[in-house]
């Protein structure tokens, strides 16, 4: 079984900054794609951000130059610096993961967090 844990979300003022982390455990093999999502209160949840194994990045529009996305391989866990944090960012954030587990190293199957809540203030 795999687990997926975010931790650093809060409070913090518009113009703030905040570091998210997600660390997988479990019987890992490998793990391909890490990403973040976010879900708005009345909104889908869309994908803000996401990092390959091999460290190319994409981002959503909004957030590009002022999040950061970043993994360490060794410690199977993705971090999202947010910088100049906008009450549009305001959302629960959830880690996502492609991860290969020892048990069957041939499937990759898509794991979630268990979200951390973000809000920014005005």
């Known amino acids: 079984q795999v687990h997926l844990v975010e931790s650093g979300g809060g409070l913090v003022q518009a113009g703030g900054s905040l570091r998210l982390s997600c660390a997988a455990s479990?019987?890992?093999?490998?793990?391909?794609?890490m990403g973040w999502y976010r879900q708005a209160p009345g909104k889908q949840r869309e994908l803000v951000t996401e990092?390959?194994?091999?460290?190319?990045?994409n981002y959503v529009g909004s957030v590009k130059g002022r999040f950061t996305v970043s993994r360490d391989n060794a410690k199977n866990t993705v971090y999202l610096q947010m910088n100049d944090l906008k009450p549009e960012d305001t959302g629960v954030y959830y880690c996502?993961?492609?991860?290969?587990?020892?048990?069957?190293?041939?499937?990759?199957?898509?794991?979630w967090g268990q979200g951390t809540q973000v809000t920014v203030s005005s």
């Open positions: 990092i390959t194994s091999g460290g190319d990045t």
């Open positions: 996502n993961a492609g991860v290969r587990s020892e048990r069957n190293p041939l499937v990759a199957y898509r794991y």
């Open positions: 479990g019987t890992i093999f490998s793990i391909n794609t």
